[in-house]
Nanobody, 115 residues
Framework: QVQFVESGGGLVQPGGSLRLSCAVSGSIFSIVAMGWYRQAPGKQRELVASITGRGVPNYADSLKGRFTISRDNAKNTVYLQMNSLKPDDTAVYYC?????????WGQGTQVTVSS
């Protein structure tokens, strides 16, 4: 079993910032990669950013420059710093971890950008 604890979502005004956190625990040996995806109402889930165990990040092209992903391997925790948020960033944000040849998902955290 793999457990996720996601936090940091909420309501923010346009132009504001949020920092998401996701701590992974349970039956894990080595987490190969971690990342964040998001799903807006009526849309497919999409990659926001991912990061390898060595700290190499990968971002959705449209989000480069506003979002920053980081990782604490000792804590099996991944962070997503989101700046200059826009209403289009409104979505449920899901944490993802790849370990033991499988991908696992967190329960998601809601981010709403609205005035």
């Amino acid at each position: 079993q793999v457990q996720f604890v996601e936090s940091g979502g909420g309501l923010v005004q346009p132009g504001g910032s949020l920092r998401l956190s996701c701590a992974v625990s349970g039956s894990i040996f080595s987490i190969v990669a971690m990342g964040w995806y998001r799903q807006a109402p009526g849309k497919q889930r999409e990659l926001v950013a991912s990061i390898t165990g060595r700290g190499v990040p990968n971002y959705a092209d449209s989000l480069k420059g506003r979002f920053t992903i980081s990782r604490d391997n000792a804590k099996n925790t991944v962070y997503l710093q989101m700046n200059s948020l826009k209403p289009d960033d409104t979505a449920v944000y899901y944490c993802n971890a790849i370990t033991g040849g499988r991908g696992y998902w967190g329960q998601g955290t809601q981010v709403t950008v609205s005035s």
